[in-house]
């Protein structure tokens, strides 16, 4: 098992853009939760889906949204981008329950100009 | 509110000496506490999770209610152990997770 993909490894935007980021769990893994990393400090939680249901959100604004698939890839969408969302956004798989841990994928770095 | 605080943003210690990692936690419910560690140019992994009251690599964390604390401990720190550690907290019913800001144990030889 490759363990959770995220693509593209890196991307360079401009403020007022929009991005799509992506991330495949690991196999069996229904669980899929979003984190914003900006430099220096730790992963911020965005959202959490499971069984193509958000479960949970962190506080970011509505510019921010993300969907599950039926095979359990998400998608993390970022609208109207600003020079405050450069950062490290990080995709992290489970099975779901709260005790489980979290595998993590190397993340895109998003860069905005 | 802040829910995981990690006061040390560096902590450096000679190889053999014994290090703690502390991590305070704010959380009114019951938690589900994790170490995490990202090691040089590799991805962040689980360390360990207090429910399963398990030793990693040497080290130990034990949940204090009292304190609200769960602090990362190892007898004897190796070098291989250098890297940056992250206290993390799990919400009850799991709908959010919070990270603390992490601390870079450097361990010298």
């Known amino acids: 098992d490759a363990g959770v993909t995220q693509s593209p490894t890196h991307l360079i935007k401009t403020r007022g853009q929009q991005v799509t980021l992506r991330c495949s769990p690991i196999s069996g893994h229904k669980s899929v939760s979003w984190y914003q990393q900006v430099l220096g400090q730790g992963p911020q939680f965005i959202f959490q889906y499971y069984e193509k249901e958000e479960r949970g959100r962190g506080n970011f604004p509505d510019r921010f949204s993300a969907r599950q698939f039926p095979n359990y890839s998400s998608e993390l969408n970022v609208n109207a981008l600003l020079l405050g969302d450069s950062a490290l956004y990080l995709c992290?798989?489970?099975?779901?329950?709260?005790?489980?841990?979290?595998?993590f994928g190397d993340g895109t770095r998003l860069s905005i100009l | 509110a802040q829910r995981v605080t990690q006061p040390e943003k560096l902590l450096s210690v000679f190889k053999g000496a014994p290090v703690e990692l502390k991590c305070n936690y704010s959380?009114?419910?019951?938690?589900?506490l994790f170490w995490y560690v990202q090691y040089s140019r590799q991805r962040l992994q689980l360390l360990l999770r207090h429910i399963s009251r398990e030793s990693i690599k040497g080290f130990t964390a034990d949940l204090n209610k009292g304190e609200t604390s769960f602090h990362l401990k190892k007898p004897f720190a190796q070098e291989e152990d250098s890297a940056m550690y992250y206290c993390?907290?799990?919400?009850?019913?799991?709908?959010?997770?919070?990270f603390g800001s992490g601390t870079k144990l450097n361990v010298k030889p």
């Open positions: 993390a907290l799990g919400e009850y019913n799991f709908n959010k997770f919070y």
């Open positions: 959380y009114s419910g019951s938690p589900e």
């Open positions: 992290a798989s489970s099975l779901g329950s709260r005790d489980q841990p979290q595998h």
